[in-house]
């Protein structure tokens, strides 16, 4: 994984050879000068070309597109997403030579960047499409609430963000957490591929209804899986899972905010500590692409011990999606004790 300033010095570099500034991008947007229907742009192999950001978009792109698509995931296996940085040549070849583009605006600044400059695929923002709210644990550092002990408390739940008054800036964007919003991402995707390839837009669609049936399946999974528990209050290393907790009426403990790499304060941790003891909690989550470091100390600390709930930002290593998600419900039930 990059360092730190390790990725400060790519960033500044990427800022350097794109030369822009960020600029909004509508939901679904084509240029002017892009073939349409069965005219659009395809490989040596006629398949379409899709370039995504990383890998819950990579399998909605190849679960729907099948053999009709070439997907490319312009963030490597096993790479931590939140500030991987693109080089300006490499991101531009490849979104250039792509028929369709698919990213979450907000999630990885460099590649809204690298967006903005270019002309001729079809830009999908699935930003616009999944219904994005604000998490606690997202904003600033001073804007965290204060717990009755004087503590920084970052709790997200069914009521995590009432009360707040945030611009988009601060907006959750781990939407893929949510099977329900899963679905709708994977909506907007099947549209753009069917726009961009008519001519197997009866694939695509056949490809969505299986996978809504997935889909819907975990949604009922989670339902059914979390509703007798002793606890509903889960511990994680950073606050990724807040749309998770709010579908199925858990509220998440985070140490981290947001991006992962950012070191928690001592209010932060001493929160965390706190929470294990209020509620019970045995667990304190960790993940596969971050450091467990200071979830080890807390969990040391308070008597809990660790185990891995994955926030899906890199494709699993012996499962997909679906794997993955049935793997954190487990996780989550043993941790709550549910029945």
């Known amino acids: 994984m990059n360092t730190p300033v390790a990725r400060r010095v790519l960033s500044a570099a990427a800022a350097a050879a794109l030369g822009l500034s960020l600029t909004a991008c509508s939901a679904l947007s084509t240029e002017s000068s892009e073939p349409s ?3 659009a742009p395809k490989d040596a192999s006629g398949t379409l070309s899709v370039a995504v950001s990383f890998y819950p978009i990579q399998y909605l792109a190849e679960t729907i597109g099948g053999d009709h698509v070439s997907v490319t995931s312009l963030t490597p296996t096993n790479v931590e997403p939140h500030d991987y940085d693109l080089s300006g ?3 531009i070849s490849t979104l250039e030579g792509s028929s369709l583009v698919a990213y979450v605006a907000g999630f990885q600044p460099s590649l809204d960047k690298a967006v903005a400059q270019i002309s001729g695929p079809t830009v999908v923002d699935l930003s616009g499409e999944v219904d994005l709210q604000h998490h606690e644990g997202v904003e600033d550092e001073d804007e965290h609430g204060e717990a009755s002990d004087g503590t920084t408390e970052k709790a997200t739940g069914e009521a995590g963000h009432e009360g707040h008054d945030h611009d988009a800036g601060s907006l959750d964007p781990h939407f893929w957490l949510d099977p ?4 709708s991402a994977a909506t907007a995707v099947e549209e753009a591929l069917a726009a961009a390839d008519p001519d197997n837009a009866d694939d695509y669609k056949a490809n969505l209804d299986s996978l809504t049936t997935t889909l819907d399946g975990l949604d009922s999974s989670y339902k059914g899986g979390l509703t007798r528990c002793e606890r509903k209050t889960f511990i994680t290393s950073h606050a ?12 998440q403990v985070s140490i981290s905010g947001i991006d992962p790499e950012t070191e928690p304060s001592a209010a932060d941790i001493a929160a965390a500590k706190k929470a294990v003891e209020d ?8 993940e596969e ?12 600390e308070t008597g809990a011990t660790t185990a891995v709930l994955s926030p899906i930002e890199s494709a699993p290593e012996d499962a997909d999606y679906a794997g993955a998600m049935s793997a954190n419900l487990d996780a989550l039930r043993t941790a709550l004790a549910c029945k």
């Open 37 to 39: 229907g069965s005219d």
């Open 89 to 91: 040549k490499e991101v």
């Open 180 to 183: 329900v919003r899963m679905k």
């Open 240 to 251: 990724a899972f807040g749309y998770l907790a709010d579908r199925y009426g858990l509220t």
């Open 279 to 286: 509620t019970g909690s045995t667990t304190i989550f960790t």
């Open 289 to 300: 692409l971050v450091s467990p470091e200071t979830a080890e100390a807390v969990a040391s």
